[in-house]
């Protein structure tokens, strides 16, 4: 009984018996084509014409100055003319003052070109403003003008702060503290 119920099942199968489920379960797929509606291209309204509104007319203030003819006047009537007294003396003039320079017995190191900006081919003139003490060191170091490129205005900085050293500025024979500017200049020609 076993074996002839696996036979009809089997040959159930084989006949197509499932196939007609499936169809069944699934159904007929329909498929209508539309077609798709392209607007047309219309050409937009044309703009409103412009109309010029004329200024609105404000009638000028009627004014009527009435001036008595035995008022006093403040008109000028007679006019002395005398010399300006002498101006004061001039003060003595101030005592030169010399900016820092470069020391030639330092002279100033140029900064490694970093790499990154070497191999993107960065090129450019960082401006520095550099605070140099009375002894020549450097106290201080911003970015005047940017080369625009960042690794190049930051090596101009590092290198500056570590190695560079100035004659200070001078007020008369004194050294003084003062801001000077440097330019250095990345070329990818310079070695």
Not at 65 to 75: E, Q
Not at 127 to 143: E, S
Not at 159 to 167: D, G, N, P, T, V
């Amino acid at each position: 009984m076993v074996v002839a119920l696996h036979i009809f099942l089997l040959y159930g199968l084989k006949n197509g018996l499932a196939r007609h489920a499936l169809e069944l379960i699934t159904g007929p797929v329909e498929v209508k084509m539309i077609d798709e509606t392209i607007p047309e291209d219309k050409e937009p309204p044309p703009p409103p014409p412009k109309l010029e509104t004329p200024p609105p007319f404000v009638p000028p203030p009627e004014l009527s100055i009435d001036i008595p003819a035995d008022a006093p006047s403040n008109a000028i009537v007679a006019v002395q003319t005398t010399r300006p007294a002498a101006p004061p003396p001039m003060a003595p003039p101030a005592a030169t003052r010399s900016p820092p320079r470069s020391d030639p017995r330092h002279p100033l190191a140029q900064p490694e070109y970093p790499p990154t900006a070497r191999r993107l081919g960065q090129e450019g003139t960082v401006v520095l403003l550099i605070y140099v003490q009375p002894d020549g060191k450097v106290g201080d170091v911003k970015i005047h003008k940017s080369s625009g490129f960042d690794k190049l205005d930051e090596a101009a900085v590092r290198e500056a702060k570590r190695s560079w050293r100035f004659i200070p500025a001078k007020e008369g024979n004194n050294p003084v503290a003062e801001w000077g500017q440097f330019a250095v200049t990345f070329r990818l020609t310079d070695q």
